[in-house]
């Protein structure tokens, strides 16, 4: 059964904002990442070295939000495909509007970006700022305050190589350590290529026992259907919603994008 009373607005605001507002895979690579306005803009003069975290982390601020960017691949990742040299492409924890500088429990939902183009920059990709301005706006209108972790990857081929999400979860927990802040559960959605495309992702999140797994226009492969029987065995309340995406569906449509595509099989 779906509790949705365990699952915040704001979380299922995130996932949906997410898949409205980014199509990772089609916007072109920019020179510097594209922000949802002039008020929350990273200023680059911002950018120093934070005592309260590791040495490959960056704290800067962006609007009420404070952001950590940090450097980091899974075990058995390769360096080209997690190449996080520049601070613009790190991944990025974010301490919403409303979580303690020091000390305090929060919520942490993970969102996982879909398939970019082969050679594009984790700096220019569309879903990062379209997630975090649908959480600021949530928080700043009154949804619980969490904190929200947005990793990244370079395709080289694979969506999201070796990707280990436990692993993730302890890079996370020193982070928020430093910070004097728990987790207190977390949550994580994903988008396009995130899961069932091949590679890991979230085709593994009931590892980390979430308290709820969100699939929005994910491919529909081997890897998000074993993982929605895993999710369901667990117990754990998963939401999936498809609207046109059909990459990874097996046998596969001749095109990708189907509006009226009838995914009711794909569930049974």
Known sequence: MIRFRRIPWAWLGVALGCCARAKPRTVPATDSEPGPGPSSQLATSALAPSAAVSQNALTVERGRSRVIRFAWRPPGGAENEY??????DQHQLLLLRGVAPEGGKYPVVIGLHGQPRRGQAPRSYAFAPAVILVSETAVSKGATPFVLALPVFRYRGTNWPAFDLAAFRIKLGALLEAEHIQATEYYVFGHSGAAGCGGDGMNRAHRISPAAVGFFDTCIGPGWAAEVRALRAAQIPTLVIHSVETAG???????????NF???HAYA
Not at 249 to 259: L, S
């Open 249 to 259: 569906f097996n046998p596969r449509p001749a095109q990708e994008y189907m509006a």
């Open 262 to 264: 009838d995914f009711g």
């Open 83 to 88: 190449d996080m040299r520049d601070p613009a």
